[in-house]
């Protein structure tokens, strides 16, 4: 059974190893375990005590650590998850939108949702709209919002069964995870099947390896080559992306990725003209 104490309980056993790094503006952070289960802890304090139980949630949101946590706390709560990387196939019938970027929300009516939530925690300017919250704004209040709860409350929603149905080789996901070293740096970049790269995210952190997520196309191609990584998770859309700009600029693919990635990672590819390419320089595609 998939629940957050199962979660819970690996970041508690791995406390103060690093787990995560992140663009902050120009800067790289990093978050051990520990500061992760922090997040996860005020995240579902913050939802439970602010009404956000039984709600339908539509996450156009890119994969990040981030999003997976958000997501996982509000399924806790009973909300029905929509995934869909195109803001535009938004209707009225949900009741919670989470997006990456904050200026996403100028596209949308905040008004008409009880809650619209920016993973991006950078906010330049004040935001009149209540509706309007961050994940960094969650994590503050939340801090704020355990003191009032009832233990039993809590440990209730870290058993809650998640029912994560998965339309993917949940065994192969498993043993590529399982290959990878626990010195280096996954790399992931998943901006569509939202579903499938939060399973990337939570196989990682449950199996002690450290990842760098990136949210948008330009943190991707201003940064993937310095962080170097072996092993790559990327949407389908974004392979044939990179694939097309490197032919475009005549950029060696895999000195564009850092020189030294063994494997590619994606999900329901479709162009399989693609894995000839790449394994043409020297990159295998796992297609799960």
Not at 134 to 152: A, C, P, R, W
Not at 168 to 197: A, M, R, W
Request: aromatic share 10%; net charge positive.
């Amino acid at each position: 059974m998939q629940n957050l104490n199962s979660l819970q309980d690996a970041l508690k056993n791995n406390g103060q190893a690093l787990a995560y790094q992140f663009l902050d503006g120009m800067n790289w952070k990093q978050h051990t375990y520990s500061d992760i289960k922090h997040s996860l802890d005020n995240t579902i304090a913050y939802f439970s005590t602010n009404g956000f139980e039984n709600k339908k949630v539509f996450s156009c949101g890119s994969t990040t650590l981030e999003n997976f946590l958000t997501l996982n706390c509000l399924k806790a709560l009973n909300c029905s998850i929509n995934y869909d990387s195109n803001i535009d196939n938004l209707n009225k019938n949900f009741d919670i939108l989470v997006i990456d970027q904050i200026e996403e929300s100028i596209r949308i009516n905040t008004d008409d949702f009880f809650s619209v939530i920016s993973l991006d925690s950078s906010i330049k300017k004040e935001i009149g709209n209540k509706n309007l919250i961050t994940f960094k704004t969650i994590n503050k209040f939340g801090m704020m919002s355990k003191k009032k709860l009832d233990e039993s409350k809590i440990n209730k929603l870290m058993v809650f069964d998640l029912n994560n149905s998965l339309n993917f080789d949940e065994k192969q996901l498993h043993k590529v995870i399982s290959e990878i070293s626990e010195t280096e740096f996954v790399n992931i970049f998943y901006q569509n099947n939202i579903k499938f790269g939060n399973s990337i995210c939570s196989g990682l952190l449950k199996n002690k390896k450290k990842f760098i997520n990136f949210k948008n196309w330009l943190e991707f191609i201003e940064n993937i080559n310095e962080t170097i990584p072996t092993y790559l998770f990327v949407d389908s859309n974004n392979i044939k992306k990179i694939y097309d700009f490197c032919n475009h600029k005549k950029i060696d693919l895999k000195y564009f990725l850092g020189g030294k990635v063994k494997k590619i990672i994606s999900h329901n590819l479709v162009d399989m003209n693609l894995k000839k390419d790449l394994n043409a320089s020297g990159i295998e595609l796992v297609n799960i």
